[in-house]
């Protein structure tokens, strides 16, 4: 017995070495940022294994998520333009920074400035903001969704979520 | 604000824990002078009186210390009891988050209690040695001891007094169950890995104690600790509470579970840290740890082990499928 329990010690200590190492190894976390996007283009999401950058939910959908890039090439994923909007406030890099949302019209990656944003679509977080490419007269521009976000005037407010839906 | 101090509660625990530390105060005082003064060379009256003084001393600390012991177990019980009082919070984790002092309180409160197992061991081994042979280290350990228990003191009432009973806190459900695809295991584990990694640990610390390898023991028992408590609280307590989406290690405190969480919680963190301590006595001091604080070690962490995989092996026999 006294020359099988060292064997078993070591045999013991070995196992959970690999055990933690291969672990560490395999971990697979969600991708939060991404460097080195100097061209300051789009960059396809990875659904299901990237992490909202505001709101830290998982992206799910690539419908109405938005790209914020910013001059060093650094680039952050948003689940919805509003969280895009409340994490961009207060950046340095507020101003040049490229932001690319994904439209629900057009399915396709646009200038989050050069979109047109619904105000009662569905969306992540429920903020009602869906981005499009094409104008119509429920749209509304990036400056105005903004202020909305901001002073709070979107669906998840009910007294706006009742004048806009009537619920 | 400071509404929760009507609770009987919250008074009879902050009670308590002035009176003890005027108790540990006085007896702090008395240390300091002997701690200074102490000179085994010397076969003075003064050196005389001042082994009675030490006596005293450790008496007053060993009442003291061993009340702590009681108080943290009554900690966890107010705290969890304020959850009827606090909005949002659906056990102790949401009223522990309900201000910036509680998760400082908690670590604090863990760190005196590993504090305080060491000191058993050097007054156990002084008292043993019957000419108080480490009665300086002794000393020294309650000093520092004593700073840590005031700053406890300061935290005890700091985090009583800012609890804000209309301010909605964050149940357990959100602070330990949705994590939105994120893995809240160490290493990357998964909990297979997780499940072997904690059975491999605990034969890892039988092995280490039975050859005596004590560094290998600090480690073992320190990761077998760390590992427990998310083994604890990811896969066993989901039996405990019989629901897979339940994680949390405050719900198991409550009346609903029997208050098993108690003797989890107790078990898990006493043997280990009766085991680390038990190490690094026989280290600091070159003694040999005595075979009933091993067995002691054994048994509260052979018992924890036994608690957790019946509550599986219950939940299986019963319902024929694992959660």
Known sequence: MKKILPLLLIITFMAIVAMIVVSMAKESQPITIVKGNMAMKPIDIKLNATNDTHCKMIIKSIDNSAEVVSPDGRTWFFDDVGCMVLWLEGKKFKDDAKLWVHTIDSKKWIDAKKAYYGVTDHTAMHYGFGAREKESNRTIGLDEMRLRMLRGENLTNPKIRKKLLGE | ????????????????????????????????????????????????????????????????????????????????????????????????????????????????????????????????????????????????????????????????????????????????????????????????????????????????????????????????????????????????????THKCPFCMLQKEYYYIGYALWFSLFIGSFIGINGAISSIWLKQETSVDAKKVVVALLGFFLFLCSTYVMIYYFKNGVWL
């Not at chain 2, 002997?34 to 060379?41: M, Q």
């Not at chain 2, 994120?182 to 584990?189: D, Q, W």
């Not at chain 2, 896969?235 to 509470?241: E, K, L, N, V």
């Open chain 2, 1 to 244: 604000m400071g509404e929760v101090l009507l609770s009987k509660d919250v008074l009879v625990y902050l009670f308590s824990e002035s009176l003890l530390f005027i108790l540990l105060f006085i007896a702090f005082l008395v240390s300091v002078k002997v701690y200074l003064k102490w000179d085994f060379n010397s076969f003075t009256p003064n050196q005389f009186k001042l082994e009675q003084e030490s006596y005293l001393v450790t008496t007053i600390a060993f009442f003291i210390f061993i009340m702590k012991f009681f108080l943290i177990l009554y900690f966890a019980f107010t705290v969890d009891n304020l959850s009827t009082l606090v909005a949002g919070a659906m056990c102790g984790a949401g009223v522990i988050q309900s201000n910036s002092y509680g998760d400082y309180l908690l670590i604090l409160k863990l760190s005196i209690l590993f504090g305080l197992t060491l000191w058993f061991y050097l007054n156990a081994y002084d008292l043993e040695s019957k000419n108080y042979q480490w009665f300086k280290e002794k000393s020294a350990l309650f000093i520092f001891l004593f700073i840590f228990i005031l700053a406890e003191l300061y935290l005890d009432f700091a985090y009583f007094t800012n609890i804000d009973t209309h301010q909605p806190v964050s149940c357990c459900s959100a602070l330990f169950g949705q994590l939105e695809g994120a893995n809240p295991l160490p290493f990357g584990l998964n909990t297979v890995t997780l499940l072997t990694l904690f059975y491999l640990l605990f034969i890892l610390v039988i092995l280490t104690l039975l050859l005596n390898q004590t560094y290998l023991y600090i480690l073992s028992n320190l990761l077998f600790l760390y590992i427990a408590y998310y083994a604890l609280v990811y896969f066993f307590g989901t039996y405990i509470y019989q629901l897979p």
